[in-house]
Structures are given as C-alpha cells and as structure tokens.
C-alpha cells in the first residue's frame, strides 16, 4: 500500500512539474503577446494577437523596436482576441525585439519577443533557377540537351567495349 502510494504520489508530482515546464511564459500582469512567426527575416509579414484585451478586444500595438512602427489589434472571429499585422522593415538588423501592444479599455500593457535572423527559416527556401551559364539537363535547347546525351552514350558504348577487348587479351 505504502508503495503504490509513493508511486502515485512521484507520478503526481511529474505530471505538475511538467504542466508548469510546458506552461507558456507570459508577462507579470496575467496574458501575453502571440507573435507568429517568431523568428522572421528583414521584409517579413508577422501577424500579433492577443486574448487579453477581452473587453472589445481592441489594442494599439507598437513594434518601433523593430523599425515598423505602430499598428492596430482589432477584434477577431475567435470571441475576446485581438489580431493584428506588421511588415519587419528591410533594413531590420538581426536580434531579438519587444512587441507591446496596450489594451484599448483598460489601458493593459502586454508584449511578446520577435526574432529577426538574417537566415532564411525552415520552410522557406528559395525557389527557382539560378544562370550560372552553364546549362542543365532540361536547357532552353532540346537539340543541344539530346546531342550532349547521344555523345555521352557513344562514349560509354566505346569504353565498354574497349573494357571488354582488354579482359579477353585481344589488346588495344
């Protein structure tokens, strides 16, 4: 009995332990500021948004620490969330920056941390060619893509067979 009460007991204070490591980290004041993505390049979108500001939902928000200024948080879909958008200005140097916003009733200050990298995030890779003036297999010519193809296959018939010549001892 006293075992099977140890057992309960550590696996209790597991699971708490564990609520309050996954927990998310939000300001003193009781709520937060969702920045998403949180980790954006220079000229990058981001989107803000809160359930604080639960009265109206409404909040004035302020990403000058990042260089794009002030913008609005207005009332959601989702009941009691405020949503807002900035652009990361091009000219934003890599670090982490304080997103505040200030709730319209109530006056509540809540922020949340963006992450300018100068790397491109996961995901997000570039697409397309680059001209390097070299060619690919699918170039602009097909002629010029089908005679380098006919030239590699007369060239690796030759050398097999020249291969083959050599092992029977017929000589080059």
Known sequence: MRRSARVLTGTALAVATAALVAAPAFAADGGGLEVYPSAVTPGA???????????????????????????????????????GQ?????SAQPGTYEIVARCAVGGKRISGDLVVDLTVPRGQEPRGSVKTGVGGALGPDP????????????????????LHRRARGDGI
């Not at 009265?55 to 990042?66: I, K, P, Q, R, Y």
């Not at 900035?86 to 091009?90: A, E, I, K, M, N």
């Not at 380098?148 to 020249?162: D, P």
């Open 86 to 90: 900035f652009r990361v200005p091009p």
């Open 45 to 83: 979108q981001v989107t803000v948004n809160t359930a604080t500001c639960r009265d109206g939902g409404a909040a004035e928000g302020d990403a000058s620490a990042v260089g794009a200024g002030r913008f609005t948080l207005a009332p959601s879909a989702h009941k009691g969330d405020a949503i």
């Open 143 to 162: 002629v010029q893509t089908a005679a380098g193809v006919a030239a590699l296959a007369v060239a690796a018939a030759g050398g097999t067979w020249l």
